[in-house]
């Protein structure tokens, strides 16, 4: 069953099933609670409110059917687990990075090459344990983070690009794109210090294209 239907926080519903959504985040909206979360209201609340048996579903009771995230200010495509044979099965291909995870973004700046890729470490910043840096490999809990790029245009200073994702860390993509200079417009945390923000001043990063597999079918959708 297909549904395209406007919700609450301008929450969207892309796709439906029995045991999984696909739903387009609006930028703005903290996908679950936490010590440093101080939203009043979470993706996570309104699947309990509209979904209550997912409260079962996952590993504790902060994230009930939450496989992934994507950050607050980021928005796009995420699937959510309806009952927990769903989670596990899309756990396991996100482990094993069988998912299929494109973004696109507006940067600043032009770019060499039409094509790269970033493949480094990263680790939390050792003085804002918010952020997330660019490390050695040797460095303490260093994660390998590898994001390939593709630019479609650039015009007046920005460049507007493709990313897919073969790992998913926490602010890879904002992260990496600050580390050789081409910050996200209007990133807050990783942009230049004296960055213009432009029209309503939101994160210029959105998860466009997301695959999987399940229910024996190959799923992929695109906004």
Known sequence: MKIRQKMSLALEVIYQTKNFLV???????TVHGGPAVKSKLTLVD???????EIKSVGEDGIRPGIVHRLD????????????????????????????????????????????GVLKNY????????????????????????ETHYRVLS????????????KTGRTHQIRCQLADIKHPVVND??????RQKFLGDGQLRLTAKVLGFSLDNKIYRFEI
């Open 23 to 29: 739903i387009n985040k609006p930028a703005g909206l």
């Open 46 to 52: 309104w699947l309990v409110k509209n979904f209550p």
């Open 72 to 115: 607050k200010d980021t928005s796009g495509l995420m699937v959510v687990a309806l009952n927990q044979a769903a989670f596990l099965k899309l756990k396991q291909q996100f482990q094993a990075r069988k998912i299929l995870k494109i973004y696109q973004a507006e940067v600043w700046g032009s770019f060499k090459n039409k094509a």
């Open 122 to 145: 990263l680790a939390r910043h050792p003085k804002n344990r918010l952020k997330r840096i660019v490390v050695k490999h040797n460095y303490p809990n260093a994660c390998e983070a």
């Open 154 to 165: 650039s015009l007046d200073a920005r460049s507007r690009i493709r990313l897919s994702l």
């Open 188 to 193: 807050k945390r990783y942009g230049f210090r």
